[in-house]
Antibody, heavy 122, light 109 residues
Framework: QITLNESGPTLVKPTQTLTLTCTFSGFSLTTSGEGVGWIRQPPGKALEWLALIYWDDDKRYRPSLRNRLTITKDSSKNHVFFTMTNMDPVDTATYFC??????????????WGQGTQVTVSS | SYVLTQPPSVSVAPGKAARISCGGDNIGHKSVQWYQQRPGQAPVVVIHYNNARPSGIPERFSGSNSGDTATLTITRVEAGDEADYYCQVWDSGSDHVVVFGGGTKLTVL
């Protein structure tokens, strides 16, 4: 059974850097074909994909936020880390990490962590 | 960048069929996923690769994809199906990015 759990600060100040950790079990990021993604959801709004990392350390980012985002992994500890710099109140959202299922035809997220609420406010 | 367009809301009476559309340029050439998100919960995939149902998802959920529109169909709608539904594709032609639709609120009357 695959499970994921997000952890990190619930409150950050504007201009600060957000760092979140996704701790997972039930799969290994050393295994070919595995991956983890980060998705956020502002209050009352739609899902917004942010970043993903593959087992081979290939990384992809949302183009409009690319210069603020970093995703890394520690496969030995089953952790994926996500950082977003220069936080702004508009970045207030629930942040989810999710296991990626990967095929030649595409990728999707299953399952998801429960999400962690992040508020940006001074 | 690739854009997916969903209607903001769909309403349906219990026992009837609900159809939620997801529009995108030539989306029929892409693999489409559908997620159900109940209030306060994380999304759950109900359809992947256009029309495949994960284990545990009722047969009432089905998907189709052709031309510029993908569709999620829920037959014999139940009160428990009331949720937000999101479509998603992987845009391999544009730096391998993931795209979500804007979501559709399904209301069971």
């Amino acid at each position: 059974q695959i499970t994921l759990n997000e952890s990190g600060p619930t409150l950050v100040k504007p201009t600060q850097t957000l760092t979140l950790t996704c701790t997972f079990s039930g799969f290994s990021l050393t295994t070919s074909g595995e991956g983890v993604g980060w998705i956020r959801q502002p209050p009352g709004k739609a899902l917004e994909w942010l970043a993903l990392i593959y087992w081979d350390d290939d990384k992809r980012y949302r183009p409009s936020l690319r210069n603020r985002l970093t995703i890394t992994k520690d496969s030995s500890k089953n952790h994926v880390f996500f950082t977003m710099t220069n936080m702004d109140p508009v970045d207030t959202a629930t942040y989810f990490c999710a296991h990626m299922r990967i095929r030649i035809s595409g990728v999707f997220f299953d399952p998801w962590g429960q999400g962690t609420q992040v508020t940006v406010s001074s | 960048s690739y854009v997916l367009t969903q209607p903001p809301s769909v309403s349906v009476a219990p026992g009837k069929a609900a159809r939620i559309s997801c529009g995108g340029d030539n989306i029929g050439h892409k693999s489409v996923q559908w997620y159900q998100q109940r209030p306060g919960q994380a999304p759950v995939v109900v359809i992947h690769y256009n029309n495949a149902r994960p284990s545990g998802i009722p047969e009432r959920f089905s998907g189709s994809n052709s031309g510029d529109t993908a569709t999620l169909t829920i037959t014999r709608v139940e009160a428990g199906d009331e949720a937000d539904y999101y479509c998603q594709v992987w845009d391999s032609g544009s730096d391998h990015v993931v795209v979500f639709g804007g979501g559709t609120k399904l209301t069971v009357l």
